[in-house]
């Protein structure tokens, strides 16, 4: 909801600033084309962005997986509370190791999603202050204002 608020009020300004130096002939074509490359812009992102969380999470879920040996003590810990937290549910004895197997597969997936939304959300505003910066370029000079003539006061 916060985003759509944040477009519905930058939407209009930008538009105005694109337009404002156009011919009336134009208007039309122009804002078909800016709402065009809007909506174009916006697909291509969501996407982009999804791309990049798919890779990232199947880079760290790899690197992650690839540190849980039998040897790691950490996952052997990991391993016996997940195995003992299952047995007090109900588990059967034989099926413990497969659902603890299992949880901390689910664990490492969590991690890894966290890690790729972290590199996502900093990829994100990079993007974001390099598009900005050309954006605050395009403002007008702030001009001062010239002094207004002083009236003489009038005499009674």
Known sequence: MIGRVGLASVMPT?????????RPEQLSQSSGAINFNRQLGGALGINLISMGLEQRTAFFADAFAGLQTPDNNSTQL??????HFLGRLGWPFEKKPAGALYLVGRSIYAQASMMAFSDVF???GVVYVRTMTPVLLLRDPVTKPRPRPRLRP???
């Open 14 to 22: 930008l538009t105005v600033s694109a337009i404002s130096n156009l």
């Open 78 to 83: 990991l391993m016996m509370k997940f195995g």
């Open 122 to 124: 900093m990829l994100i």
């Open 154 to 156: 009038r005499l009674r």
